[in-house]
């Protein structure tokens, strides 16, 4: 369990599947505090307000934008964990954008917020092609007209 981090877990017999499973919830938030440092993947994407698959495009990337990852290895080899840093999610959030966050920063609605940033020629530096979603550089969007 957790990558052979947990010590103290136990499993009912004839209960099928993960109910049969007993961990002690304290020693679960110990060892997760203890090894697995930073912000799950969920939490990163959603505070970036990207889709999964787009999350994981970013990590996926070698150059820029790309999203760092930390991983960690579990100590029985047999699992891997990925995390972000909360100052890696902030800088990437700082310096690149989507048509949501633009969209949910100025209070209109994403189809006008396209609309402008099309009028304007704001570009893209990946397009939905390549990871699923548009992605701008904060410094490009320009003063938006409220609808």
Do not use: C
């Not at 189809?111 to 099309?118: A, H, M, N, P, S």
């Amino acid at each position: 369990m957790l990558g052979g981090y947990l010590e103290n877990v136990t499993r009912l017999n004839n209960v099928e599947g993960y109910a049969a499973i007993l961990v002690d919830p304290d020693e679960v938030r110990a060892r997760k505090a203890l090894h697995l440092p930073g912000i799950s993947a969920s939490d990163a994407f959603a505070r970036l307000k990207l889709p999964r698959s787009t999350g994981w495009e970013l990590a996926n990337r070698e150059n820029s934008p790309r999203l760092q990852p930390i991983t960690i290895d579990g100590l029985n080899g047999q699992h891997r964990f990925y995390r972000f840093s909360e100052d890696d999610v902030a800088a990437f959030a700082s310096e690149y954008t989507t048509e949501i966050r633009v969209a949910n920063a100025h209070g209109i609605e994403k189809k006008d917020i396209v609309k402008q940033l099309k009028k304007r020629g704001v570009r893209t530096v990946l397009g939905r092609v390549e990871i699923g979603l548009e992605i701008y550089r904060v410094q490009d969007i320009p003063v938006l007209e409220t609808a």
